[in-house]
């Protein structure tokens, strides 16, 4: 039986590679609806060659183009918030793929639960921003989440048959990104150019960035207390430059469980899409004398500090994640255009997090302007770097 397929983000990196397994394997998916942000000419030739029921574009102002290209082939456009919602949560959807950029996943993915959806999450700051709301709502709903992050997809199937009592923590490995051998004062002077050379990985820039300052480690440590239910004393980080190994679970006996493979997000977008029944030939096979050498080393903290993030956010509770999250989408978009310095990142997310209001047990609401006042905060510290 084909499964439909709602791909939110399907023009960026996890969206493109998704709809990669759609053509390999036509007769298991097929992309009923298709959501991008405003790549609207990507969008619509994803659109003409996989025909989904509706192609929704986020940016309003680009719903003309949209609508004029596919009017004459009989699929429908759409656009806006609303709409990305109703794509997420359609009648004849079987798994939402949550593959959008930042805060902007929220949204989307709580209307897919609501409707009792399946979800392939491969947007990590649906549960740092409001782990404590999304899983509340899982616990009423058969909407399952499948992790599509290499690192908690990993976790996920190291965990598959095991009692949850035995295990005693996770350990998420890092790749340490493209600064992970360089001093300090080197780093200082990075550009983004210099920060978007990953030494393995091929990801959409955000992301990449979030790996230069290991924003990303933090981020993955609250996301797996969510999906995982762990304390977070009981969830470490370690570098693993070779991103061989994906991640690790350490039991109460003393062994450790690892999943191991080429540095390939198609094996676990794939793992998600099957809901663990594994797939013939999706990625490279890896071979394990190529890689005769694994190492680990402990993450640099002093060096790349927003990995002790996640601590602080964690043992604060509230809405502090959700600060910290916008605070760091202003502030790479705006290294990225060249506004600020690699270590301004940081220093942004520090400063809005001790400015912005505290919330205890936030609302959905609460999270929404959460998120705005942190945004408006963290673009007033960068303007005033700018002056």
Known sequence: MTKNLAILGSTGSIGTQTLELIRRFPHRYRASALVAGHRVDDLIAQALEFRPDVAVIADESLYGRLREALA????????????????????????????????????????????????ALANKETLVVAGELVTGMLAHSRSRIFPVDSEHSAIFQCLRGEDPESVRRLIITASGGPFRTWDAERIARATAADALRHPNWSMGAKITIDSATMLNKAFEIIEARWLFGLPPERIDAIVHPQSIIHSMVEFRDGAIKAQMGVPDMTLPIAYALGETVRTDNVSDFCSLTAHDTLTFEEPDTKRFPGITLARRALEAGGNLACVINAANEVAVSAFLHGQISFPDIYATIVDTAERATRIESPSYDDYVASNAEARRIAQEIISLKNR
């Open 72 to 119: 004459p082939h009989g699929i429908e456009a759409a656009s806006g918030a609303a709409a990305v919602e109703e794509a997420a949560a359609a009648d004849g959807v079987d798994m939402t793929v949550t593959a959008t950029v930042g805060y902007s996943g929220l949204a989307p993915t709580l209307a897919a639960i609501r409707a009792g959806k399946d979800i």
